[in-house]
Each structure stands twice: as C-alpha cells, then as structure tokens.
C-alpha cells in the first residue's frame, strides 16, 4: 500500500519559517514527480511546488522566493522550506506522486496523496 507521511507543519507567526518533510514508501514508480498542495478552508486544493527527478522545479506564483522545493530520493523523503510565511500561507499541505504529469501544479495529475500537514501563519 503507497504512503506518503507528511511532518513539519505548525503554528507561527508572520515571517518566519518551516519546514515540511513527506516520507514515501511503496510508491510504483522508481522516481515518481513530487509536488506540495495546500488547501484552505472554503477553497480548491492548489499546487504549491513541483520537482521532478533531476531537480527541475515548478512553483506558483505566490510562493515564488519564498519556498523551496527539494527532494532526497536516497531517502525517499520530500521536502518544503517555506520562509517569509504570511497568513495567506495558512492552510493544510499535502504531498502527492505521479509517475509524470504535464501539469505540474495540477491535482487531478496525481494519483497518490498524503494525509496533510496543517500549517497556521498567525499576523
């Protein structure tokens, strides 16, 4: 059965930092493309972050210089540092999988999800 066990998400208070960590098991696929979501109450589910294997990125744009999307596929564990947090940001983050996706920032391209992380940006 395909796990992804998110960790790191909290409460802080405008402008500071986490770091959210996703740990894959069983996932079909040797190097599957892996991406952050975030989903607010009242609102669509939205992509975050992107990376495929090899390190290409893709980020929204309202995350752009602000987080940052890495992967350690030795460990099978994906991460997301997110700086300058503000109380947009609020939300609960989800890690997905795919084998590939065309679009990267998209939810319906990704079959495998983890159960979420909430994060709360306080102003």
């Known amino acids: 059965q395909v796990q992804l066990m998110e960790s790191g998400g909290g409460s802080v208070q405008a402008g500071g930092s986490l770091r959210l960590s996703c740990r894959a098991s069983?996932?079909?696929?040797?190097?599957?493309?892996m991406a952050w979501f975030r989903q607010a109450p009242g609102k669509e589910r939205e992509g975050v972050a992107a990376i495929k294997t090899g390190g290409t990125t893709t980020y929204d744009d309202s995350v752009k210089g602000r987080f940052t999307i890495s992967r350690d596929d030795a460990d099978n564990t994906l991460y997301l540092q997110m700086d300058n947090l503000n109380p947009e940001d609020t939300a609960m983050y989800y890690c997905a999988a795919a084998s590939s996706t065309w679009f990267p920032l998209a939810p319906s391209g990704y079959p495998y999800w983890g159960q979420g992380t909430q994060v709360t940006v306080s102003s």
């Open positions: 069983r996932i079909p696929y040797s190097r599957p493309y």
